[in-house]
């Protein structure tokens, strides 16, 4: 019984009493004495399975969360190696990397002297047509 049922059944007991009831007797007494006590024994029994069941879900929720702790502990564990991993090569290949921005330098100063040099042809090449039709 929930507490709200217990204290309705006990006030409707008392008023009934107050209400007019004779005097009750010995036996009368130790009856509602002895039915209160099977209600508050309920209530309490009701009490004890609603914490037991909320205590067991609490630890199914903990259990749960120490699982989902674990498997992100792994995952970061895995990610921090794999990090270190590449770190490594980055470091094995940053002396490439260097050689290919001096490449790259070298063909940018290449084109700039084949584009010079074709401007250059082709003056030269205006000054010999003008030679020529003279």
């Given at each position: 019984l929930s507490r709200g049922q217990m204290?309705?059944?006990?006030?409707?007991?008392?008023?009934?009493a107050a209400a007019g009831r004779r005097m009750a007797g010995p036996q009368e007494k130790e009856a509602a004495c002895e039915k209160m006590f099977e209600k508050i024994i309920d209530y309490v029994e009701g009490e004890l399975t609603s914490t037991t069941a909320q205590y067991g879900l609490l630890t199914e929720l903990?259990?749960?969360?120490?699982?989902?702790?674990a498997q992100m502990t792994n995952d970061a564990a895995k990610v921090n190696t794999e990090m270190v991993q590449?770190?490594?090569?980055?470091a094995q290949l940053q002396p490439h990397f260097v050689a290919v921005d001096e490449l790259s330098?070298?063909?940018?100063?290449?084109q700039i002297a084949a584009k010079e040099l074709d401007a250059y042809t082709r003056r030269l090449e205006g000054k010999f047509k003008a030679l020529d039709r003279r």
């Open positions: 204290s309705m059944d006990l006030e409707g007991e008392a008023a009934a903990n259990d749960c969360a120490t699982k989902d702790y590449l770190t490594e090569k980055y330098q070298a063909v940018e100063k290449l």
